[in-house]
């Protein structure tokens, strides 16, 4: 298995999107304290949690955008990592919506837990399978299949 990319959305300290790239090699998480090394790794420890558990707390959510939205405004908490694995693509994302209502309180909805793969078949036609766990709709398997152009 090689990890591709890492993305974190809203998590913690975490504000809007931040993608990690990761090259063949040596990759090294450096910085000072605070810049939040910790929390990547507390972001990686979550999307691999799977006990199964719906329960999302609100710490998780980056006070800053938070703070930011407005009124009846929603955004959402996300972790995904993309890997390389005997020769196909696939990503595993855990995610959740946040809501800020007209008092100010913050409400989850929307958890979603999905292991996304892909792969190249004919090199012409790339085909993704979708298994989506979230507890609205249990074990959902979407097959997409898209064409590239000529």
């Not at 959902?140 to 590239?148: A, C, D, G, L, Y």
Request: aromatic share 14%.
């Amino acid at each position: 298995m090689i990890i591709k990319k890492i993305e974190i959305n809203n998590f913690r300290s975490y504000y809007k999107l931040n993608v990690f790239e990761l090259v063949n090699g040596l990759n090294l998480i450096i910085g000072s304290n605070g810049d939040g090394k910790t929390t990547f790794y507390e972001a990686l420890e979550w999307l691999f949690r799977t006990d199964g558990s719906v329960k999302v707390d609100t710490k998780l959510i980056s006070k800053k955008r938070s703070e930011e939205l407005s009124s009846d405004e929603s955004d959402e908490v996300r972790v995904s990592m993309t890997y390389e694995h005997k020769g196909y693509i696939k990503t595993l994302e855990k995610s959740f919506r946040f809501t800020k209502s007209y008092d100010g309180e913050i409400t989850t909805s929307n958890f979603s837990f999905e292991f996304i793969l892909n792969y190249v078949v004919l090199i012409k036609q790339t085909c993704t399978i979708t298994i989506t766990h979230n507890y609205a709709y249990m074990n959902i398997v979407h097959f997409r299949s898209k064409n590239f152009p000529q």
